[in-house]
């Protein structure tokens, strides 16, 4: 059954990827906002993510939606990693699961 999750991720070391969680966790949709108080841009991506990647600005969300059918495979929650530009930079995150 499909339920409402909530969390915040910090980022310890920037530079230093963190996982969302290590307990698979798949999901319908999620959103993801960029805490304005942070000192700079924040990466989500996967295990490889790095300033590379395209960033979230402060103050700034984006959603991803998984699982249009039943054909296709859900995103999971366990897939996601965050890196900062900052050490203690943060996101909060809302999602929904199947």
């Known amino acids: 059954m499909a339920s409402i999750i909530s969390g915040t991720i910090t980022v310890a070391s920037a530079g230093t990827a ?3 969680t290590t307990v698979p966790t798949p999901l319908r ?3 993801i906002y960029a805490i304005a108080g942070n000192t700079g841009d924040v990466y989500v991506g996967d295990s490889s993510v790095d300033n590379t990647d395209i960033p979230t600005v402060k103050g700034n969300d984006f959603s991803l939606l998984f699982r249009n059918t039943q054909d296709e495979t859900p995103g999971d929650l366990s ?3 965050l890196d ?3 050490t203690n930079d943060k996101i909060a995150y809302r999602a929904i699961t199947l």
């Open 18 to 20: 963190v996982r969302f």
């Open 84 to 86: 900062a530009a900052n």
């Open 29 to 31: 949709s999620i959103e």
């Open 79 to 81: 897939d996601l990693y």
